[in-house]
T-cell receptor, first 114, second 114 residues
């Protein structure tokens, strides 16, 4: 069965600092991997996705993620965080009926301090 | 910009009452999903539609939950009777097709059961 682990419940970073959010997955086949962001009072928005090919994936808002099969990880990174990046971040694996059948992690809440 | 519409945004009900949520996906999106997000957890898929057909409802508690998408456009999720443990955010999402890798989420309907 598939699972997604986001070990950090809450992370606080200073504006302008770099960011890395961790995600580990468990899935028997080649995974489809995603990062979604949920701002307060809003729905989830796709940041980036990995299906195949280049293991370093670029997304929106300056985010990137790297798929490491040997570590079963798909960590999200951003070189310089902006105050508007404060939100909840969810890693997800696509399983079952197509890539869109998403299984989400429990999320990491990001706080950005001035 | 096209959005997924959900209503109501907030619903407070007493246990044993019936409650219904409505979702209007982005025009032209064939696939529609209902997710439940309990506070502090990631979204969990309840049901997935492809046009008017149910593709996956394995996680839908069918003794009290029902979902329909009669004309393959908008959808209704019903709970009858509501229980205290049903308090959660109910998220609707849509995608162009079942394997595109990108879901578009609505803002959700927050249910509180007293």
């Amino acid at each position: 069965a598939q699972s997604v682990t986001q070990p950090d419940i809450h992370i606080t970073v200073s504006e302008g600092a770099s960011l890395e959010l961790r995600c580990n997955y468990s899935y028997g086949a080649t995974p489809y991997l995603f990062w979604y962001v949920q701002s307060p009072g809003q729905g989830l928005q796709l940041l980036l996705k990995y299906f195949s090919g280049d293991t370093l994936v670029q997304g929106i808002k300056g985010f990137e993620a790297e798929f490491k099969r040997s570590q079963s990880s798909f960590n999200l990174r951003k070189p310089s965080v902006h105050w508007s990046d404060a939100a909840e971040y969810f890693c997800a694996v696509g399983a079952g009926t197509g890539a869109n059948n998403l299984f989400f992690g429990t999320g990491t809440r990001l706080t950005v301090i001035p | 910009e096209a959005e997924v519409a959900q209503s109501p945004r907030y619903k407070i009900t007493e246990k044993s009452q019936a409650v219904a949520f409505w979702c209007d996906p982005i025009s032209g999106h064939a696939t529609l999903y209902w997710y439940r997000q309990i506070l502090g957890q990631g979204p969990e898929l309840l049901v997935q539609f492809q046009d008017e057909s149910v593709v996956d409802d394995s996680q839908l508690p069918k003794d009290r939950f029902s979902a329909e998408r009669l004309k393959g456009v908008d959808s209704t999720l019903k709970i009858q009777p509501a229980e205290l443990g049903d308090s959660a955010m109910y998220l609707c999402a849509s995608s162009l097709d079942w394997d595109t890798g990108e879901l578009f989420f609505g803002e959700g309907s927050r249910l509180t059961v007293l």
